[in-house]
Structure formats: structure tokens, C-alpha cells
């Protein structure tokens, strides 16, 4: 994956909301995207995931420009809006990927995720932070080569979030590239990369380059 130069939108008349953010992930690399609220993070992960096509600049995934990926084993997506369809039950939410391929179901997700419990629930009698993990297991379902997630521990408790972190890392030992956008101290310091936005630039003198 490869990102360079991408400038984006405007936060206010002439000031884009990302300039100059360059970054290349590797398979198996974790990459997290840090920074204070309003920094930009979220729209690079839209970025990324082809939800929005920068203004100046290339997002490339596997050599192909992100916004004509459409195929969840090769670029998936934890939104803040985790868009979860409520009519289906959590299983059925999981294994949504898998359905529309024709694939088996996995229900080894559910384990990992800690949502075998609720299995036969419709998603929303599930709590906010349950719902996150079922996106989560949904977008981990095909095993993509680029995953990107934003703030995926965001609404979990610490023995969720640990876990969530754990099953991350594992993706990335199973050789996707995880690109995550968090402040979680648990991810920046396993991360490969530490991008560091600052109103919207890629800050290369953070010492959280260095980690």
C-alpha cells in the first residue's frame, strides 16, 4: 500500500485537511496513524479505503488506486460508523464477506472476538462496544492484504481492547497490512510505523517516528 503526497479537502478556505502525508505499508506491517482530534486521521483512512479520492497525490493498493478496490480480501474497513446491517445476526454480520464470495462461514471469529455468546443475537440488542468488534471480525473475515481501522479500541474495555489488539497483531503476522488509527498505547508500541499528523501534515520530527 502506498500513499504519497495526498492532499486533501479544506478545513477552512485554503487550509487542507491533509498535506503532504506520504507512507508505504508493507504486508505484515502494523502502521498507526497518531494524533489529537481534528488531525486528519479519519480522512486518511477514508483515503486509503477509496472512500474518498484525494486532491492532489496517489493512494495505490497492490499497484491499483485504492477507490477501484471493491473486494474485502484485499482492502477492508473498520469505519467510526461501523454501517453493520440490523436486521442480520452477529454471526450473519461476521460472515457477511464470506457469503457474498460463496466462502465458509468463520466461526473461529466469533471465538477470537469474544462474541460466540451473542452469536444468534440481532447486532442491535449487542452493546456499542460488542457492535465494534463484530465490524472488526466482519472486515478481518477474508483475510484482506490491507486492513485499515479506525480507532478500533475506542469503545472497548481493557480486557477487550487487549484482545483486540492481540487479534490485530495476529492479522499482521498472517501477512495483511494493518493500518490503524489510534492513540491506544498498546498498538503504537508494537506499530512497524508511527505516522504523527499535525493539523493535517505528516510530522516527521515526532519521537513517535522513532518507535
Known amino acids: 500500500m502506498l500513499v504519497s503526497s495526498v492532499t486533501h479537502g479544506e478545513r477552512s478556505p485554503g ?6 502525508v506520504s507512507l508505504t505499508a508493507m504486508s505484515g506491517e502494523v502502521v498507526v496513524i497518531e494524533g489529537r ?10 483515503l486509503v479505503a477509496g472512500l474518498e479520492a484525494p486532491d492532489r497525490g496517489t ?8 477507490a477501484s478496490v471493491r473486494d474485502w480480501s484485499r482492502l477492508a474497513l473498520l469505519p467510526q460508523r461501523l454501517g453493520l446491517p440490523a436486521e442480520l445476526t452477529v454471526a450473519e454480520n461476521v460472515s457477511l464477506p464470506c457469503w457474498v464470495r460463496g466462502l465458509p462461514q468463520r466461526p473461529e471469529l466469533l471465538e477470537a472476538f469474544d462474541l460466540v ?25 477474508l ?6 481501522l ?5 469503545h472497548q474495555d481493557e480486557a477487550h481492547a487487549d484482545l483486540v489488539a492481540s487479534q490485530l497483531l495476529e492479522l499482521a503476522r498472517a501477512g495483511s497490512a494493518v493500518l490503524v488509527a489510534t492513540h491506544d498505547p498498546r498498538l503504537v ?11 493535517g501534515r505528516h510530522h516527521r520530527g515526532s519521537p513517535l517516528a522513532a518507535l
Not at 449487542?126 to 472488526?136: D, K, L, T
Open 117 to 141: 455468546h451473542l452469536a444468534r443475537n440481532l447486532t442491535g440488542q449487542a452493546s456499542r462496544g460488542e457492535q465494534q468488534r463484530v465490524a472488526i471480525a466482519r472486515a478481518a473475515a
Open 15 to 20: 487550509i487542507p485537511i491533509l498535506s503532504d
Open 189 to 199: 508500541s508494537e506499530a512497524d510505523q508511527v505516522v504523527h499528523l499535525l493539523a
Open 150 to 154: 479506525d480507532e478500533p479500541t475506542s
Open 37 to 46: 482530534s481534528g488531525s486528519g486521521k479519519s480522512t486518511l483512512c477514508q
Open 59 to 66: 493512494v495505490l493498493v497492490d499497484g491499483s488506486p485504492a
Open 143 to 148: 483475510g484482506p492484504a490491507v486492513i485499515v
